[in-house]
């Protein structure tokens, strides 16, 4: 699914931007503070509606201006256009001219992936980083998983504001059934797509650690041996002490093992970005695999922290993947030396195709 033109109007530093882009590489290049994250920031925004730089949408506009629009158009697997204007505090989303029906549909018609400061955290951080991350393979091969996610999250809303409060367990327990038959489903989910993810992620992982030996293990949310009705029985009293449900897919995790120890204990903070970046390089293209249709991939100041030899082979494992790739660097050079890319420069608020 390839983005081929992206629009940008009062975003960021830019008055107006237009990019046509590449099915392959794309480079971004312009010194620091020019405006190379916010081109990825808009293409991330057309699939997400939401930033990766920012909590709020307001401080994307551009000084002064009332709002901001973000145009994408896409080739495959039917021309597309999306839309997003922030006017009056409001983000509207439109789809080939018509309202979207919601984020998940702007998901499942544009995904993207994002390589930035932030994605060590996959590693390093704490489990909703790898919870999100699980999720969004396993939203983009299971039509079932939002209907039956929204649906889990809905039962432990309820289940935990009866809980705060204090209401007696027959209330509490009334949602149980809703919460176990939904939770169960969506860790089926879970387990299915790892099964297909775990033999690529681990061997791409190996290749960019040298060949040291990398193991995903996954953890429901709840105590092995146990069913989730078992789990929520037994941890009644401690639920009602916590004021909040403490077993379930929502406090699932996926364990990073690096030679048999956890990764945090075993490699550095430069080796977590590139461990990282490689099992998002895997999930891209087990998505392609499964899908059939193309994602985008935004990887901001790549060359940053990666040394000669991992950014070869990183550079090698984009190109596996297929994807449509949008990356910035301030010396595009070392890039260049591994693949072909079409290179734009971003200087004062303006962006020009070199080459």
Same mark, same amino acid.
């Given at each position: 699914m390839g983005l081929t033109r992206l629009s940008l109007r009062d975003f960021r530093c830019f008055e107006y931007a237009e990019l046509t882009l590449s099915p392959g590489i794309n480079l971004i290049r312009g010194a620091n503070a020019s405006g190379k994250t916010s081109v990825l920031e808009a293409a991330f925004l057309l699939g997400r509606g939401r930033s990766f730089r920012s909590a709020h949408l307001d401080p994307i506009s551009r000084f002064n201006s009332a709002g901001f629009q973000v145009v994408g158009q896409l080739s495959t697997p039917a021309p597309t256009t999306i839309g997003l204007a922030r006017t009056q505090g409001q983000l509207q989303v439109r789809l080939n001219g018509r309202p979207a029906s919601g984020l998940a549909e702007l998901a499942e018609t544009f995904p993207v992936q994002i390589m930035d400061s932030q994605t060590h955290l996959l590693v390093g951080g704490g489990p909703r980083h790898r919870r999100q991350f699980l999720d969004w393979g396993v939203f983009h091969v299971e039509p079932a998983f939002f209907p039956v996610w929204r649906? +889990?999250?809905?039962?432990?809303?309820?289940?935990?504001?009866?809980?705060? %409060?204090?209401?007696?367990?027959?209330?509490?327990? /009334?949602?149980?059934?809703?919460?176990?038959?939904?939770?169960?489903?969506?860790?089926?989910?879970?387990?299915?797509?790892?099964?297909r993810f775990s033999e690529t992620a681990t061997h791409w992982a190996g290749q960019a650690l040298d060949g040291l030996a990398i193991q995903l293990d +996954?953890?429901?949310?709840?105590?092995?041996?146990?069913?989730?009705?078992?789990?929520?029985?037994?941890?009644?009293?401690?639920?009602?002490?916590?004021?909040?449900?403490?077993?379930?897919?929502?406090?699932?995790?996926?364990? %990073?093992?690096?030679e048999g120890r956890p990764a945090r204990e075993r490699i550095s903070r430069g080796q977590e970005k590139a461990l990282a970046g490689t099992l998002l390089l895997a999930q891209t293209a087990i998505h392609g695999e499964l899908t059939g249709r193309q994602s985008l991939l935004l990887?901001?100041?790549?060359?940053?922290?990666?040394?000669?030899?991992?950014?070869?082979?990183?550079?090698?494992?984009?190109?596996?993947?297929?994807?449509?790739?949008?990356?910035?660097?301030?010396?595009? /050079?070392?890039?260049?030396?591994?693949?072909?890319?079409?290179v734009f420069h971003v200087e004062q608020g303006k962006i020009a195709q070199m080459i």
């Open positions: 649906r +889990y999250q809905r039962a432990l809303r309820q289940r935990n504001a009866l809980l705060r %409060i204090g209401r007696p367990e027959r209330e509490v327990h /009334g949602w149980d059934a809703e919460l176990i038959l939904a939770g169960e489903q969506l860790d089926g989910f879970r387990r299915r797509y790892l099964d +996954y953890h429901p949310g709840w105590a092995a041996g146990q069913t989730l009705a078992e789990s929520l029985s037994a941890g009644h009293v401690r639920d009602r002490q916590q004021g909040g449900t403490q077993s379930g897919p929502h406090r699932a995790d996926l364990h %990073i093992r690096v990887l901001d100041d790549l060359p940053s922290e990666l040394d000669p030899a991992f950014l070869a082979r990183f550079v090698a494992q984009v190109q596996a993947t297929r994807a449509q790739t949008i990356l910035t660097a301030i010396d595009p /050079g070392a890039v260049l030396r591994l693949t072909e890319a079409r």
